[in-house]
């Protein structure tokens, strides 16, 4: 299994570790070197610094066909920009953006990438040590259908499919 993970923050750091202690093979990359100081000594996956929104990066990085990947930096733009690219361009079969505004995660979840929503779990998770009624706050916004990789720019009428009907 191949994970691709943008962000080395405690997020990212935490589940490159224990993707990695599983048997993974995890790609990770930061802006800042110094960002993967957060990462265990027996590490063995492969820390890189460089922008995780960038394409050529990424596949200089070899971040194509990962089975996850993961958007796990600070700012919810980079995260939906980085994911956009794991699913449509490299390929990935699982994408997950960390967001923290509520109606942009669930705006993107509809958009077709899942969302992470911190800003709900640790809403949930509050009120749930409270005891009190939790509501209805996903902390994962998983897209209603999968994606399609290949979109047509605009859709066909009726009776163009050039199928004798």
């Known amino acids: ?3 691709v993970i943008v962000g080395c923050g405690r997020v990212g750091a935490g589940l490159a570790a224990d993707l990695d ?3 993974w093979k995890v ?5 800042t070197s110094s960002a ?6 027996t590490f063995g996956g492969t820390a890189l ?3 995780g929104t960038d394409e050529d990066t990424l596949r200089r990085a ?3 066909d990962a089975d996850l990947f993961l958007a796990a930096t600070e700012g919810d733009n980079r995260n939906i920009m980085a994911a956009q690219l794991g699913q449509e361009a490299l390929g990935a079969r699982k994408v997950v953006a960390k967001i923290n505004d509520p109606v942009r995660s669930e705006a993107y979840a509809h958009l ?3 969302t992470l929503c911190r800003t709900n779990l640790m809403m949930t998770a509050v009120l749930g040590y409270l005891g009190q009624a939790t509501g209805d706050r996903p902390g994962i916004y998983v ?3 999968p994606h399609a990789h290949h979109v047509d720019a605009a859709p066909m009428s009726a009776g163009a499919s050039g199928h004798e009907e």
Not at 27 to 31: C, F, G, H, S
């Open 1 to 3: 299994m191949k994970a």
């Open 21 to 23: 202690r599983a048997g």
């Open 27 to 31: 790609l990770i990359l930061d802006l």
């Open 36 to 41: 993967f100081d957060r990462l265990p000594s």
């Open 49 to 51: 610094r460089g922008d």
């Open 62 to 64: 070899g971040a194509e």
């Open 112 to 114: 077709g990438i899942a």
């Open 143 to 145: 897209p209603e259908k």
